[in-house]
């Protein structure tokens, strides 16, 4: 890790990572989307905030949130499967893991 990253001023989001952001939030509790994506529940406050009042305005020009923020329902699940997969994958890694170590340390007593 180098200088520039220690002394990280402020991370940069994109519109479109706090609108899905403020939408999990929305889903699951401030505190709770907080915990599972390491933002400060302040901040995602804020964004949750921003969002509804960007809806609200965006709603009453008759347009909804922004196209961007619209990903289709097959598109979510596809995602969803695919990150369903990587942590089924991540946890068997883990498993054959703790499996060797217990073999290999059986080994050398």
Known sequence: MGMA???VPKRQYTQ????????LAQSVGI??????LGVPSA????WKRLAE???LVSSS???SMPAMAQRSVSEL?????RLRKELASARLDVEILGKATAYFSKGLR
């Open 31 to 36: 505190n709770e989307a907080a915990r599972r």
């Open 16 to 23: 479109e990572y706090k609108l899905e952001c403020a939408r």
């Open 61 to 63: 020009t008759g347009t």
């Open 43 to 46: 901040t995602l406050g804020n």
């Open 53 to 55: 009042q960007d809806t």
């Open 5 to 7: 990253e220690s002394k």
């Open 77 to 81: 699940e596809a995602e969803n499967s």
